[in-house]
């Protein structure tokens, strides 16, 4: 079993930045791709932002691309989101998860997903 722990949501005004950080463990932990998704109220789950676990390929949605940056840190276990120029169109639940086939805009190739963080950006 894996799991996966979101951090860094919050609140911030439009132009600002955060930082969101996951961390996976579980003694089975093997992934091909992590990748990050975004959920707001009354709204399906969209893709954000993924990355192939050791190639280090980044993939970015076009609302986001150029604003945001994912990386990944191999031996922790931890993949990063950093958020810049942030905007209200940005605020939902973000979400970690990842998966074992290289298809990274599709949430059904992701086998295990985070709980959630909240992102709210005030105008």
């Known amino acids: 079993q894996v799991q996966l722990v979101e951090s860094g949501g919050g609140l911030v005004q439009a132009g600002g930045s955060l930082s969101l950080s996951c961390a996976a463990s579980?003694?089975?932990?093997?992934?091909?791709?992590m990748g990050w998704f975004r959920q707001a109220p009354g709204k399906e789950r969209e893709f954000v932002s993924a990355?192939?676990?050791?190639?280090?390929?980044?993939y970015y949605a076009d609302s986001v691309k150029g604003r945001f940056t994912i990386s990944r840190d191999n031996a922790k276990n931890t993949v990063l989101l950093q958020m810049n120029s942030l905007k209200p169109e940005d605020t939902a639940v973000y979400y970690c998860?990842?998966?074992?086939?290289?298809?990274?805009?599709?949430?059904?190739?992701?086998?295990?997903w985070g709980q959630g963080t909240q992102v709210t950006v005030s105008s």
């Open positions: 998860a990842c998966g074992n086939r290289f298809i990274p805009t599709n949430p059904m190739v992701y086998n295990y």
């Open positions: 579980g003694r089975s932990f093997s992934t091909a791709i």
């Open positions: 990355i192939t676990w050791f190639g280090g390929t980044t």
